[in-house]
């Protein structure tokens, strides 16, 4: 039994994690990176064909992002997750793929006027609905065959609506191996959702997260009253309240404070302020928090519903549909608060609201979730004096605020609980999904605190989980740290060109399926892949 680490090593974003089990392989994970590239990404060591099934633990982009494009590079196995998960990646998928169409086709009308070749996106709706497909949801603590001689169990990760924990039980010959994904693992008390379920049975191995490993969120804040003060502040001064959020989680905690602090009245002389969600992914997310999902959400949640109130609907909510309601919110002078999605500011419509705000110096950009490195929430956040939008070079004057305490990750203290709960001591533990400090620290903390070995994987790196023994470092080497001509070769293993590695692996799994057809067909095929090849062999 053996685990490669492919994504998520030492950075943030990007999870994937691969399994050969008792014959199998088995993906956890198959997220899409934001921001920008530590280390050399691995391909994937094989075939999407020949991976077996997919676990995925939560339903952000981050973690699910690139299903799509395996199952364009020809994967047709099943996807397990939660219930909850698979309904909301029957929005997000579609979501993302949209994004990539409607972004290439602008940055390919851009590049044509400029004389040069046209961009193809990184996946079509076509690939997401296949992936969609795909999904197979599965309950909380039930253990389910997913494979001959492997099974799994989901847990609650409190971090998204049906985040989960998952546990792969391998039965190798009468040996029997456990590995237990923490996913992403929420903080407590935190809106709508339930506290991250402890792990309650002895694993081998753990791969944990570490977003905020080295970091203590403390006390739990005031949400309402720390957000109510900054709303009166900016719309005494005339100013909107712009909030990046992702437009499933944090989104929906957002608006869940707003109705309290409406119903509560801690903001005066502006009654009825109008509340704008712009992003048709959060509305569709939205609308999923009912009364199906009440077994998923906290007591306090689940009361209001079964009390006939909408956690997260309230007077003077407005939604924006379509482009041309988008735009109209900025036309508007009326003070407001703006979700919108991108959580990071990467894509989406937050760019358009950030273009519109961020010079303005009554008007207030809050940040209620983590930023990784390269994004422009990040640069924005570190104190950037201007981005460029759309072309545009756009001064930052507004006030850049970030909520603290309201992060959707576990701190240090909530994962070293978590760990500690295990009722013995795993052969190892693998830090993962961190900023590369967080990661390293939190091994060593892991190590120091609990007796547990620890260690930060790199990209790449894969492990014997028999004779507990690393078969492969990984990549060591930072693109920043390569000769210049060098980083620029590595870093253009761009998705696109992902997306053809894919398409070869899909191509050879095609000559594969052929094999024994006629000799006229295959000479033939042959024909045709020979002259592709010819044309591109520069």
């Not at 609308?287 to 949640?301: A, G, H, P, R």
């Not at 760019?351 to 390269?374: C, D, M």
Request: one cysteine or more; aromatic letters at 6%.
């Amino acid at each position: 039994m053996r685990m490669q680490f492919l994504g998520a090593a030492r950075e943030v974003t990007g999870s994937c994690t691969l399994l050969h089990a008792n014959g199998h392989k088995i993906l956890v994970d198959c997220g899409m990176e934001q921001g920008k590239d530590i280390y050399e990404n691995s391909d994937l060591p094989c075939m999407p064909g020949d991976i077996d099934c997919v676990l995925l633990t939560h339903a952000h982009i981050d973690h699910s992002g690139k299903l799509p494009l395996l199952a364009a590079g020809g994967f047709k196995g099943p996807i397990y997750t939660s219930i909850p998960t698979a309904k909301l990646c029957g929005i997000m998928l579609k979501d993302s793929a949209h994004i990539q169409e409607v972004e290439t086709s602008w940055k390919s009308r851009k590049a044509m006027r400029a004389g040069k070749e046209a961009s193809a996106p990184l996946y079509t709706m076509e690939d997401a609905m296949a992936a969609i497909e795909l999904l197979k949801p599965l309950p909380y603590h039930e253990a389910v065959e997913v494979l001959d001689g492997v099974s799994v169990k989901l847990r609650d990760a409190g971090h998204l609506l049906g985040s989960a924990s998952i546990e792969v039980i391998v039965n190798e010959g009468g040996n029997v191996t456990k590995v237990l994904f923490s996913g992403d693992l929420g903080n407590r008390n935190r809106p709508l959702i339930r506290d991250p379920e402890m792990p309650n049975e002895a694993v081998d191995y753990v791969v944990i997260e570490s977003t905020y490993g080295t970091r203590e969120h403390g006390p739990r804040a005031d949400y309402a009253g720390q957000l109510a003060q900054l709303i009166q502040t900016t719309f005494d001064k005339g100013g909107n309240v712009v909030i990046p959020a992702f437009a499933v989680g944090r989104t929906q905690e957002m608006l869940y404070v707003i109705r309290e602090i409406k119903e509560k009245g801690l903001v005066t002389g502006h009654d009825n302020f109008p509340v704008w969600v712009d992003s048709p992914l959060a509305i569709e997310a939205t609308n999923i928090y009912s009364q199906d999902m009440l077994s998923y959400c906290d007591e306090e949640t689940a009361a209001l519903i079964r009390a006939g109130v909408n956690p997260i609907r309230f007077p003077g909510l407005e939604i924006a549909l379509t482009s041309d309601q988008s735009k109209a919110i900025n036309e508007d002078r009326t003070p407001k608060i703006i979700l919108s999605a991108s959580g990071m500011c990467e894509a989406g419509r937050i760019r358009h609201h950030l273009k519109h705000n961020l010079w303005r110096p009554e008007s207030t950009i809050l940040f209620v979730g983590y930023q990784a490195v390269g994004t422009l929430g990040r640069a924005v956040l570190d104190g950037a004096t201007s981005v460029k939008l759309f072309g545009e070079e756009i001064s930052i004057r507004a006030n850049i605020v970030k909520m603290e305490g309201i992060s959707g990750h576990a701190d240090r203290p909530i994962l070293l609980d978590w760990l500690s709960a295990l009722p013995e001591k795993p052969k190892k533990v693998f830090v993962n999904h961190g900023e590369e400090s967080s990661c390293e620290e939190f091994a060593e903390t892991v190590w120091k605190e609990l007796g547990y070995g620890a260690e930060a994987p790199y990209n790449g790196a894969l492990y014997d989980l028999v004779t507990n023994t690393r078969l492969a470092d990984g990549n060591r080497a930072k693109l920043a740290d390569l000769a210049p001509a060098e980083a620029k070769k590595q870093s253009s293993a761009s998705a696109v060109f992902d997306r053809l590695v894919l398409a070869g692996k899909k191509l050879m799994a095609v000559i594969e399926r052929n094999r024994g057809s006629s000799n006229k067909d295959l000479g033939k095929f042959a024909d045709q892949v020979n002259a592709l090849a010819g044309k591109w062999d520069k």
